[in-house]
């Protein structure tokens, strides 16, 4: 694989189950991200992590947790879903060097929870 | 708050040249991103501005005024594929390795 994946591309989901949605890059980058993206509210911050072994919450983490446990790795738990959780949840990725580093994104999960 | 504002939608003609603006809050700026988002597809990567002036890349170009919290995004020869949401982010001291986002322009280019 070159640059980063997630999976699933697509789900639909009961309302109460457990979801993991999975995120891998190898591009040996430090920071990763979990977005997710609504109509009319553009990209929002669920949780990141900076590097590996740590994380952080972001705008929304609200009914979502993270794990970090290696660099190439970043899955988003679900932990009893609810429909306002429907979204496109984006993986993204940043060197994490000194200084502002460009994102690159995977290419999104579209979940809906009923 | 870092409010990132950027105009919602606009139109322009096949060929055209069109500038796409987003104002920022300035205390504590870092830097500045673009990125091209196409229906159904991730954010891709445009420009980055860090310094004031025009950086120009083929038919696209970003300007950044630091002082006026203000940056803009052109662009020229406008073909029907450049119908997409363009995203202006920015990063702020202290937390350079988080983005604020506005919510996007979404650009149709017509015939």
């Known amino acids: 694989i070159a640059g980063i994946t997630q999976a699933p591309t697509s789900q639909i989901l009961a309302a109460g189950r457990r979801m993991t949605l999975r995120c891998t890059q190898d591009m040996r980058h430090n920071a990763m991200y979990w977005y997710r993206q609504d109509l009319g509210l553009g990209l929002r911050l669920i949780h990141y992590?900076?590097?590996?072994?740590?994380?952080g919450k972001g705008e929304v983490p609200d009914g979502y947790s993270v794990s970090r446990a290696n660099t190439d790795d970043f899955p988003l738990t679900l932990a009893s879903a609810v429909p306002s959780q429907t979204s496109v949840y984006f993986c993204?990725?940043?060197?994490?060097?000194?200084?502002?580093?460009?994102?690159?994104f995977g290419p999104g999960t579209r979940l809906t929870v009923l | 708050g870092q409010n990132i504002d950027q105009p919602t939608e606009m139109t322009a003609t096949e060929g055209a040249i069109v500038q796409i603006n987003c104002t920022y809050q300035t205390s504590g700026f870092n830097g500045l991103f673009w990125y091209q988002q196409h229906a159904g597809e991730a954010p891709t990567f445009l420009s980055y501005n860090v310094l004031d002036g025009l950086e120009e890349k083929g038919r696209f170009s970003s300007f950044l005024s630091r002082s006026k919290g203000y940056s803009y995004l052109l662009l020229k020869e406008l073909q029907m594929k450049d119908s997409a949401s363009y995203l202006c982010?920015?990063?702020?001291?202290?937390?350079?390795?988080?983005?604020?986002w506005g919510l996007g322009t979404s650009l149709a280019v017509n015939p």
């Open positions: 993204a990725s940043s060197p994490g060097l000194a200084g502002v580093n460009e994102q690159f």
């Open positions: 992590s900076n590097t590996a072994g740590t994380t």
């Open positions: 982010a920015v990063s702020y001291a202290g937390n350079n390795r988080k983005l604020i």
